[in-house]
């Protein structure tokens, strides 16, 4: 996911992710999101538009950090290492943008769970691997360096059934 504003009055790179509260239209545009049963993939698909594809997604504990490998096709798309943080809980909720059918969706999802967040000190590394979808990703020159963190070891979610349509 990318984080977007939508139809911003102000935009000052950043500011969106470090007081998302203060911008009513901020939220995280879904470019790919990987799943790893074909009813997943159905499901949302179907209501929310989301472009999923169906992947392996395999996690694993290394000490200090947790490790989640994205593999499609038998090839590797990103391997991404996150720093085990304190965590307490909190709700959090946030808006994904998708297109479906021509038509900007905005929906509100909304979390519950144990999170550790981390700004501005790292905390998270990747790498890309060789399948089409990481080629993408390398294209985009995305930074080697976190500006923020996020553990979540569990965390329950409920996205809403209607998305909200907006103009494109």
């Known amino acids: 996911m990318a984080p977007v504003l939508y139809e911003p009055t102000v935009n000052i790179p950043g500011l969106p992710l ?3 509260h203060w911008f009513r239209r901020f939220g995280l545009y879904v470019h790919h999101l990987p799943v790893t049963t074909q009813a997943a993939y159905d499901f949302g698909v179907e209501i929310w538009g989301y472009p999923k594809i169906v992947a392996e997604i395999n996690f694993e504990d290394a000490g200090r950090v947790r490790r989640c490998r994205l593999r499609a096709g038998g090839k590797d798309i990103v391997t991404l290492q996150v720093k085990k943080l304190a965590t307490r809980a909190r709700s959090m ?3 994904s ?3 479906k059918n021509g038509q900007l969706l905005r929906t509100l999802i909304q979390t519950q769970g144990e999170y550790g967040i981390a700004r501005f000190r790292g905390g998270a590394s ?3 691997g060789d399948h089409p979808i ?3 990703l390398r294209a985009l020159g995305i ?3 976190a500006v923020e963190c996020l553990y979540a070891p569990q965390v329950q979610s409920m996205l809403h059934p ?3 349509r907006l103009p494109l």
């Open 126 to 128: 990747y790498t890309l």
């Open 143 to 145: 930074a080697k360096t």
């Open 18 to 20: 470090l007081f998302p």
């Open 93 to 95: 909720n946030y808006y």
């Open 162 to 164: 209607a998305g909200e």
């Open 134 to 136: 990481a080629e993408e």
């Open 97 to 99: 943008y998708t297109v």
